[in-house]
C-alpha cells in the first residue's frame, strides 16, 4: 500500500488536491486546469482515491471529485515538530527587525 507521503510526492497529484481544496471538480475541468492528459489525470485520481485523499461521486454521466482530509492529518502530525522550530527562527527574525528599525531611529 502506498502512503500518502508517497502519493503527496508527484506534483500533479499536489495540483490536484489544491484545486479540489477550492470546490469539487470533474476530471474535465482537472485536465483544463492542470493542462495533461484526461488518462494522465484519471490515473492521478485513482492513485489519490487508493490512498483515501479524495472521494467521487456520480452526478448524471460525470464523476465529480472531492478532497478527503483526514488522511493529511498525519502529514500535518509530522510536520508539527518543524512548525514549532520554525515558529522560534520567526520570532528571532522579528526581534532582530525590531532591533535594527529602533536603531535606525536613534
Do not use: C
Not at 76 to 105: C, Q
Amino acid at each position: 500500500m502506498v502512503t500518502t507521503f508517497e502519493v503527496l510526492t508527484d506534483a500533479n497529484r499536489r495540483r490536484i488536491l489544491d484545486l479540489l481544496r477550492e470546490r469539487e471538480r470533474a476530471v474535465g475541468e482537472l485536465v483544463e486546469e492542470i493542462g495533461i492528459s484526461q488518462p494522465g489525470v484519471s490515473k492521478h485520481l485513482r492513485v489519490l482515491r487508493e490512498a483515501g485523499l479524495v472521494e467521487a461521486r456520480a452526478d448524471a454521466q460525470r464523476r465529480l471529485y472531492a478532497l478527503r482530509a483526514e488522511p493529511l492529518e498525519e502529514v500535518d502530525a509530522w510536520l508539527a515538530p518543524y512548525r514549532r522550530f520554525w515558529a522560534g527562527r520567526l520570532d528571532d527574525l522579528e526581534r532582530h527587525l525590531d532591533e535594527t528599525a529602533n536603531e535606525k531611529e536613534k
